[in-house]
């Protein structure tokens, strides 16, 4: 992780609802419960993904600020996507948050 990204990082983790849906699909089970979570094979070790309506829902903002939020948090690499039909799916990007933590401790 260069500082660049790092910085990125930041300004997508500087806003309490942006850090709040890092927190919820961190366990997508207990904080979407009776949601339907998206598993695809690739992401086997990965919680399941959720889509955007379930999170706006959860958020209770417009859909225009949540999808705003979500391609912040992706474009800073904190999230991954999923598109299956008309259906976007999100779950976090743990490889994204374990450099990001390294980086911490190395750097700062």
Request: hydrophobic share 35%; aromatic share 8%; with cysteine.
């Amino acid at each position: 992780m260069d500082k660049k990204q790092f910085m990125e990082m930041c300004k997508a983790l500087s806003n309490e609802t942006r850090v709040n849906i890092l927190i919820w699909l961190k366990d997508p089970e207990k904080h979407f419960p009776g949601k339907k979570l998206h598993l695809s094979p690739d992401t086997a070790d990965c919680p399941g993904g959720i889509c955007v309506g379930s999170i706006q829902d959860k958020a209770g903002i417009s859909q225009s600020t949540i999808s705003h939020y979500l391609d912040m948090l992706q474009r800073a690499g904190l999230l991954s996507t999923e598109r299956v039909g008309r259906w976007t799916y999100y779950r976090r990007n743990e490889q994204a948050l374990q450099e990001l933590s390294r980086f911490i401790g190395q750097e700062l």
